[in-house]
């Protein structure tokens, strides 16, 4: 089964409002990243956390990693149209090279 | 500057044929990936090759092959294609994860077997 799991799968909000998505996982992990996909492209990639990391900021996105809980958030805020995409976490199992990605969460902003 | 370059971008099969789809890195990363997106699963990880020599299972494995040629060069191959393969196949390679980098992903192939 896959190490990640997006909720919601899928979330529609208006320009210039918040974006939160949450991602839970499994086993302990050495990191946790979030990447981004515009429909029918490859994946780029947003932001990396690690687990002895609480929370990160990059521009608009800021993201918690709970390892407790196993579970992380990324906060898109002010959000634009441009950022209408799927959104993924995934992670490395520690002591592994192996890179599971969660089933996604389908962003939409409505001008 | 190139990336991750996959070919072909896309490819229509007959059940039971053989293909290998390519994938080639210029960043001289040690980890290679490949993955098959279908609809409503995200990304499922098929093999993947931690250093130059060696491969490793993903999630979904069977019908697939792969060769880590060389550091650059990672193939993926299927040997009798099945109607269940069609999916859009993505490589990806990253320099160590272990060393908390990020992964590339190259810009998809859509295969279609009929």
């Known amino acids: 089964s896959q190490q990640g799991e997006e909720d919601p799968q899928a979330l529609s909000i208006q320009e210039g409002e918040n974006a939160t998505m949450n991602c839970s996982y499994k086993?302990?992990?050495?990191?946790l990243q979030w990447y981004r996909q515009n429909s029918g492209r490859g994946l780029v990639h947003l932001i990396l956390i690690r687990s002895n990391e609480r929370e990160k900021h990059s521009g608009r996105l800021r993201v918690t990693l709970d390892t407790s809980k196993k579970s992380s958030s990324l906060l898109i805020t002010a959000s634009r149209a441009a950022d209408t995409a799927s959104y993924f976490c995934a992670t490395d199992a520690r002591g592994s090279e192996k890179l599971v990605f969660g089933k996604g969460t389908k962003l939409t902003v409505n001008p | 500057n190139a990336g991750v370059t996959q070919t072909p971008k896309f490819q229509v099969l007959k059940t039971g044929q053989s293909m290998t789809l390519q994938c080639a890195q210029d960043m001289n990363h040690n980890s290679m990936y490949w993955y098959r997106q279908d609809p409503g699963m995200g990304l499922r990880l098929i093999y993947y090759s931690a250093s130059e020599g060696t491969t490793d299972k993903g999630e979904v494995p069977n019908g697939y092959n792969v060769s880590r040629l060389n550091k650059r060069e990672f193939s993926l191959r299927l040997e009798s294609a099945a109607p269940s393969q069609t999916s859009v196949y993505f490589c990806a390679s990253s320099e160590a994860l272990l060393h908390g980098t990020e992964a590339f992903f190259g810009q998809g192939t859509r295969l279609t077997v009929v």
């Open positions: 086993t302990s992990i050495n990191n």
